[in-house]
């Protein structure tokens, strides 16, 4: 069976990372499970989308030590994003629209999937749903491939954490 792009691009990155900073490998989850994503799905009551879905088979987010491999953004473990979504849901409502928790800030901030249109968009703590970051989780892995290969990322001393070269 054929890897999704999302995988694909998930595990460059993985690459990546046992080439240039291995010592944020051990921040990397193991793999989930189906049995996970099945429980998962029940208990929000709508469908995953696949290539998140294919990253949590291949590891199921970053450890709690981490402080965000994607610029200060830690990609959640699958039950971190149910807790994050019903946590939404009974502070903000969806208005309609369903916004599923895909990594945190650790200040309050989230980037999530627009489960409508399949963007990433940054939803805010303050206002709700704020910017599109991507125009979908494969284009944002790819984008975030191409820019740590370049050399935009780096890690900032004393963190557990890659920066953009613009916040420092």
């Known amino acids: 069976m054929a890897r999704s792009k999302v995988a694909v691009e998930w595990l460059k990155i993985?690459?990546?990372?046992?080439?240039?900073?291995r010592c944020h490998l051990s921040f990397i989850s193991q793999p989930g499970s189906i049995?996970?994503?099945e429980s998962v799905e029940l208990e929000l009551g709508y469908m995953l989308p696949e290539g998140l879905?294919?990253?949590h088979l291949l590891n199921d987010g970053e450890s709690s030590e981490s402080q965000g491999l994607?610029?200060?953004?830690?990609?959640?473990s699958l039950t971190?994003?149910?807790?994050?979504?019903?946590?939404f849901l009974q502070e903000y409502g969806q208005?309609?629209?369903v916004y599923h928790p895909v990594?945190?800030?650790?200040?309050?901030?989230y980037y999530c999937i627009d489960l409508e249109s399949g963007r990433i968009i940054e939803y805010s703590h303050e206002?709700?749903?704020?910017?599109?970051?991507?125009?979908?989780l494969e284009e944002f892995l790819s984008n975030f491939n191409k820019d740590i290969r370049l050399g935009k990322y780096k890690p900032m001393r004393g963190m557990n954490a890659l920066f953009h070269e613009s916040e420092f």
Do not use: A
Not at 103 to 109: Q, Y
């Open 103 to 109: 990594m945190e800030s650790g200040g309050g901030d």
């Open 53 to 55: 879905k294919s990253i």
């Open 14 to 21: 993985l690459s990546w990372l046992g080439e240039e900073y």
């Open 95 to 97: 208005e309609g629209r």
């Open 70 to 76: 994607f610029g200060g953004w830690r990609l959640l």
């Open 127 to 136: 206002i709700g749903p704020d910017e599109v970051v991507s125009n979908s």
């Open 35 to 37: 049995s996970t994503i």
């Open 80 to 87: 971190e994003q149910r807790d994050t979504q019903v946590q």
